[in-house]
């Protein structure tokens, strides 16, 4: 408290918390720099050498990649995604999503899903969010005057003493309906799946949309993981089914796609009327996004294909996901099978020891009254 002058009441309790990015993360000088950091959401690899080349191109090429972009994002990315992602949402007449009413670059997915809570939330606005979740998500909705209000995924009974598919646990309809009220602004949904690695099922995001319909909230469709649902799994995108489209805000990461988290560029897709909203929020968050990455973004976008860049990837990824579950084979732990995303539970019953005396970090999850308790173990590292 400076000169006796309180902080906010909505700040307070953040000063408190210790984040496990500041602790573990290499950046952080904490921990010794040949440790295996397998506890956290963050690749040790870099971006393809033709995206970085497009970035410092970008930097070099004279005065426009070193200036203000405008606040709705870098032209050349609003196209180069338009192009890309417009099949996956299966819009009427077959049309494009438009790059210029329909697409929002963001200083990453989380500051645009930040943005788009700060659009559409007032005080005692309620958010469904089913848990477990990235922890991100709270103070988002809290700190604009939200109330978060929790659902359970539910394991499959089997999960406490063998190895179970991520497709088992269930999101019940019966009690997402039960969670609404007159107050439910938002649901967000998450798929693939931070930390369960659940890839919702066509069946299961129509239920969903039915309900969001039914009750008359919007969808914030986190989906930063969706090049990372893996093979035989299939990502399907709620905003593709039926007429959810139009209540519906899909977030993407460039992070999570090239393996620049650094870089903080995401952008939400959908339709004008909620984009223009969020986006008179984000112009006063941050204004614009750095311009030389994101034009080195939209030359990784357009150029995807040509590198066979996320075919290459996914196939990089269940190499590593397979590596770390034979190795929690051979540790006798039961786990859950991800379908993408690449996280991995394991459940803990029966042990009171920390896993990592065994060199496994790990992150216990929120229990939500849950039994058995499973805990995040693994980001999937480039080892072995």
Not at 63 to 90: E, M, T, V
Request: aromatic letters at 10%; charged letters at 20%; a negative charge.
């Amino acid at each position: 408290m400076a000169a006796g002058i309180p902080t906010s009441k909505r700040i307070a309790e953040e000063l408190t918390k210790q984040d496990v990015w500041s602790v573990f993360s290499p950046a952080g000088g904490h921990v010794p720099k040949d440790s295996l950091n397998l506890g956290q959401g963050f690749m040790d690899w870099p971006p393809p050498e033709y995206i970085q080349k497009a970035a410092s191109e970008a930097i070099q090429g004279g005065a426009a990649g070193n200036h203000y972009s405008i606040p709705r994002g870098q032209l050349s990315l609003r196209k180069a995604l338009a192009k890309r992602l417009s099949p996956s949402f299966n819009l009427p007449n077959n049309r494009s999503l438009d790059p210029n009413t329909e697409i929002l670059i963001t200083s990453g997915a989380n500051v645009g899903m930040y943005s788009f809570l700060a659009a559409f939330l007032d005080e005692g606005d309620e958010v469904l969010v089913p848990a477990p979740h990235f922890d991100q998500y709270i103070s988002s909705i809290t700190f604009h005057g939200g109330k978060p209000v929790y659902v359970p995924f539910r394991p499959p009974k089997e999960a406490s003493h063998q190895n179970v598919s991520s497709a088992d646990w269930k999101l019940d309809i019966e009690e997402l309906r039960a969670a609404c009220t007159e107050k439910t602004k938002v649901l967000i949904l998450n798929t693939p799946h931070n930390p369960i690695g659940k890839v919702f099922s066509e069946v299961e995001l129509l239920e969903i949309g039915k309900l969001a319909k039914e009750k008359n909230f919007l969808i914030l469709s986190d989906e930063v993981y969706d090049v990372l649902a893996l093979t035989p799994s299939k990502h399907v995108r709620i905003a593709s089914l039926q007429d959810f489209w139009d209540r519906t805000v899909t977030v993407g990461s460039a992070g999570k796609q090239f393996s620049a988290t650094g870089w903080r560029v995401g952008w939400l897709v959908g339709p004008a009327e909620l984009i223009r909203a969020t986006l008179a929020a984000s112009t006063r968050v941050t204004f614009t996004i750095n311009t030389p990455l994101q034009m080195a973004v939209a030359v990784g976008i357009d150029r995807a294909d040509e590198e066979q860049f996320f075919e290459t990837q996914q196939k990089w990824y269940e190499k590593l996901r397979d590596t770390l579950l034979k190795q929690l084979d051979e540790l006798g732990l039961p786990y859950t099978i991800p379908q993408g995303s690449y996280f991995v539970l394991v459940c803990r019953i029966g042990r009171q020891e920390p896993l990592r005396h065994q060199g496994l970090p790990i992150l216990e999850l929120q229990r939500f009254n849950q039994n058995p308790v499973f805990l995040e173990v693994l980001l999937l590292h480039p080892y072995g």
